[in-house]
Each structure stands twice: as structure tokens, then as C-alpha cells.
């Protein structure tokens, strides 16, 4: 199992980020997968989640007309493109599967969002 979360990083208020997670293909292939995210002292959330056939979208409300999640089966990987990025979105990103994740979760990807 193999889930690498890059591209966070410290942007403004309003400002964009591009999530990219590259899995395993025993993990990616033929499985939904989605972006959780987990901020301090907050349970893990589900933010996006894309099928793995047609990429079926979904997206927590809270998110709804500024992410988008898209994956390339090829490369086994997803992205997540943040935009209008808000203090509230600071958190650690995570890629994993959907509606089960795996046991094994990557180290996350750090996205920081100042006001």
C-alpha cells in the first residue's frame, strides 16, 4: 500500500493549492477514492471522493464550488484543486479509499490557510 499526499503549503485567504496523491495501484485501481482532511484537535473528515469508472464526483458541503477532485487511472493518482482557500480549510490532507479507507494512511500533505 502506497499513498503520498504533496502540493500543500501556507497560502492566503483566497488563494489556490493543488492537492496531487499518488497510490498504489492495488489501492488506486478499481476504487474509489477520495481527499479526508484533519484538522487540530478535530476527527478526520471526508472533504471529495471520486469513483474510480466514470469519476462520479461528491463533495462535503463545505467545500462545494471551490474544490475539484479529478484522477488519472493511468498514473494512479489524484488531485484535489483547491480554490478560495479559507483559514477554516487549514488542515492536514490525506488520500485514501472510499467509503472504507485502508488501515495504512499516508503522512499527509499540510495546508495552511492565513487570514
Known amino acids: 500500500v502506497q499513498l503520498v499526499e504533496s502540493g500543500g503549503g501556507l497560502v492566503e485567504a483566497g488563494g489556490s493549492l493543488r492537492l496531487s496523491c499518488a497510490a498504489s495501484?492495488?489501492?488506486?485501481?478499481?476504487?474509489?477514492m477520495g481527499w479526508y482532511r484533519q484538522a487540530p484537535g478535530k476527527q478526520r473528515e471526508l472533504v471529495a471522493a471520486?469513483?474510480?469508472?466514470?469519476?462520479?464526483?461528491k463533495y462535503a458541503d463545505f467545500v462545494k464550488g471551490r474544490f475539484t477532485i479529478s484522477r488519472d487511472n493511468a498514473k494512479t493518482t489524484m488531485y484535489l484543486q483547491m480554490n478560495s482557500l479559507q483559514p477554516e480549510d487549514t488542515a492536514v490532507y490525506y488520500c485514501?479509499?472510499?467509503?472504507?479507507?485502508?488501515?495504512?494512511w499516508g503522512q499527509g500533505t499540510q495546508v495552511t490557510v492565513s487570514s
Open positions: 485514501n479509499a472510499v467509503p472504507l479507507p485502508r488501515d495504512y
Open positions: 471520486i469513483t474510480s469508472g466514470v469519476g462520479s464526483t
Open positions: 495501484r492495488s489501492t488506486f485501481s478499481n476504487n474509489a
